[in-house]
């Protein structure tokens, strides 16, 4: 089993930036990839970022490409992602996702899952 923790979220304003962190533990050396979703009130869960563990290869929906960045600290089993330029469209709850198979923007194969943290992005 994989267990993943994220932190960091938090109430800020637009144009402001926050770094998301998701801590994994457990069965890691499973883990292919990880990616950051996000769930707004009333919207499907959407895909942000992704990461491989074992190579540079990032992907990013287009909503966040030139704002956001997906890093990783593979001593430390974490992975990042750093917000910039935030809007009020960014205000929702962030998961951590890991996959041992594959990294897709489709929440499916997704085995393991954070309990997610709330952004809130003030106009």
């Known amino acids: 089993q994989v267990q993943l923790v994220e932190s960091g979220g938090g109430l800020v304003q637009a144009g402001g930036s926050l770094r998301l962190s998701c801590a994994a533990s457990g069965r890691t050396l499973s883990i292919y990839g990880v990616g950051w979703f996000r769930q707004a009130p009333g919207k499907e869960r959407e895909f942000v970022a992704g990461?491989?563990?074992?190579?540079?290869?990032?992907y990013y929906a287009d909503s966040v490409k030139g704002r956001f960045t997906i890093s990783r600290d593979n001593a430390k089993n974490t992975v990042y992602v750093q917000m910039n330029s935030l809007k009020p469209e960014d205000t929702a709850v962030y998961y951590c996702?890991?996959?041992?198979?594959?990294?897709?923007?489709?929440?499916?194969?997704?085995?393991?899952w954070g309990q997610g943290t709330q952004v809130t992005v003030s106009s």
């Open positions: 996702a890991a996959t041992t198979s594959l990294i897709t923007t489709s929440p499916a194969p997704y085995a393991y």
């Open positions: 990461i491989r563990k074992s190579a540079d290869n990032t």
